[in-house]
């Protein structure tokens, strides 16, 4: 579980599937939340 960036609101509910060293899919996000949290990638993986 996360705490969502996507607004001001801070949900904490969030949960993400990561794979790949990638999010596949996030739940219990508004639009805006699951658009940004898709736009992050992992910059340590190699």
């Known amino acids: 579980m996360v705490t ?3 607004c001001a ?3 904490d509910d ?3 599937i990561v ?3 990638g999010i ?3 739940r219990n996000t508004c639009r ?3 658009a ?3 736009g992050c990638v992992n ?3 190699p």
Do not use: S, Y
Request: hydrophobic share 35%; net charge positive; proline share 4%.
């Open 24 to 26: 596949k899919e996030t």
């Open 9 to 11: 609101l801070l949900c």
């Open 32 to 34: 805006r939340g699951a």
């Open 19 to 21: 794979e790949n060293n």
């Open 43 to 45: 910059r340590l993986a």
């Open 14 to 16: 969030i949960e993400v």
């Open 36 to 38: 940004r949290m898709k």
């Open 4 to 6: 969502c960036p996507g």
